[in-house]
């Protein structure tokens, strides 16, 4: 019998193309869903709450020998960090002895020392980034065979639609207004379908410990404007602007990878180039 694989948070925007990818690769995939989302077209699902459940009788009762993990369980939604603690540690407890592929981000790194590799000092500065470094911490103490994947600042198409994040400036645009982003606060981004296509051969492969996904780095300001370009949108709507002076915001979480194109022969392109490819 194939070895199945589990992704927890199948609905999300990265998870359903994860699991989209999985499928059209023929791969025995189920989907975790949980409070009435919609499930994937021809993929099995499963109801699971990370913060009640326990996942080793879904494990165990489907057969499952590979997990990803790729819901924004972090967030908290309002519950407090004893609560999440707790439900990371059952979790964990319950794929020890699978293979787990965890989505993380660059928010484990506070942006005073970018770009970061991957063996660069975790420093989180804000709680979300703080409950992200707590579960890369407990995977590599109890999942021997664990990959931990930071990509930075997603976008794109995925099922035909556009990221939120992008959208909501092509909407403003389109609605004649002008859209300021910082100049000089930087990132790595990287598109939907190229995550996912890092995350699901991932899945398949023996390296273990850290993953950067790591696209070219670029200013916010210029992400938005390579987008809208690419988009067809009027490029020159979005204006440069810098960051306050007394702002915490992050100034550069930009990742570089020095596994990625060793162990996959991977090499995710600018955002034009990604964003030109995947338009439906």
């Known amino acids: 019998m194939p070895e199945r694989t589990l992704v927890v948070g199948t609905s999300g925007f990265l998870g359903s193309e994860v699991t989209r990818q999985l499928r059209d690769a023929d791969t025995d995939v189920v989907g975790t869903v949980h409070e009435g989302k919609v499930p994937i077209s021809g993929v099995e699902t499963v109801g699971y709450d990370f913060w009640n459940d326990d996942l080793g009788t879904i494990l165990d009762t489907e057969g499952i020998e590979r997990v990803i993990f790729v819901a924004t369980v972090e967030r908290g939604d309002g519950r407090n960090r004893g609560l999440f603690d707790r439900s990371l540690d059952r979790f964990v407890d319950a794929c020890r002895d699978r293979r787990v592929v965890y989505v993380s981000t660059d928010a484990v790194f506070d942006g005073a020392d970018g770009p970061y590799d991957e063996g660069s000092d975790p420093s989180p500065a804000s709680e979300y980034g703080r409950r992200v470094r707590a579960f890369e911490r407990v995977l590599e103490d109890h999942c021997p065979d664990h990959c931990i994947v930071r990509p ?68 916010i300001h210029e992400f938005h404007r390579a987008a809208m370009d690419a988009l067809d949108e009027p490029a020159g709507r979005v204006v440069p602007e810098s960051v306050p002076p007394e702002s915490d915001y992050p100034r550069d979480t930009s990742l570089v990878s020095g596994r990625l194109e060793s162990v996959l022969g991977a090499d995710p392109g600018p955002v034009s180039e990604a964003l030109e490819r995947s338009r439906p």
């Open 152 to 219: 930075s600042y997603l976008y794109g198409f995925s099922g035909g639609t556009l990221d939120p994040r992008l959208a909501a400036t092509r909407e403003r645009i389109r609605d004649g207004e002008t859209v300021a982003y910082f100049e000089d606060a930087y990132k790595s981004p990287i598109s939907i379908g190229d995550a996912a296509e890092i995350v699901t051969d991932l899945t398949r492969h023996e390296v273990t410990g850290v993953v950067h996904a790591a696209a070219p780095r670029t200013s």
